[in-house]
């Protein structure tokens, strides 16, 4: 039997987000919007709203969607903004930056994941504001900088000095940065030339690939 996937969806944010602390009402309607059954394989959608990742091909998966909306989150996006996003996935955590802010630039290394992304983002109607790039994420997205905000869905051993040159001033990253296997969401503000950095969460995601990420 098919599952009522609206009433699924709903009762996510309810358990998984609300209960654990997310308060941006932006955030919330836009995962309760979001239809992640649309971004996960087939074979995984009754599994897509579990409190979980889940696997997407190629060694990689989609974050839980507590890290999705803590991200997001953390961004502080007031709909105005042009949104780096590094490690694009099946396009999941797109969708949802693309409807909190005006646009998004979103880079993935690996092609067969970027045409997917694509391909869902497309199929959902929530690709209107996002643009998939196929290249190293690890060293940003040059031609659109700087960025108000950039998140980056990927692990690496330290912040990238390429993405972070990227960040405007105002500007707030959101990174996991660690080892391969157990890292800290950290959160890194610019404003009047001054960076602050602070630990959100503890939080375990596939490295980051590339240039600057783990080779």
Known sequence: MIPDFEAVRHEMVERQLLRRGIRS????????????????????????????????GYRQTISQPYMTALMAELLELEGRETVLEVGTGS??????????????????????????ARENLARTGRGLNVTVICADGSLGYPPEAPYPAISVA???PEVPHTVFDQL????????????????????????????ETRVATLCRFVPLRGGEGWR
């Open 25 to 56: 009402q932006r955030v919330l309607d836009a995962m309760a919007q979001i239809p992640r059954e649309e971004f996960v394989p087939p074979d995984s959608r009754l599994l897509a709203y579990a409190d979980e990742p889940a696997g997407i």
């Open 91 to 116: 396009g999941y955590a797109a969708a949802v930056l693309g409807m909190l802010a005006r646009r998004v630039i979103t880079v993935e290394l690996i092609p067969g994941l970027a045409a997917l």
């Open 154 to 156: 990927a692990a690496a």
């Open 168 to 195: 405007d001033d105002p500007g707030r990253l959101v990174i996991p940065v660690g080892e391969r296997d157990d890292q800290e969401l950290r959160v890194v503000t610019k404003r009047d030339g001054q960076i």
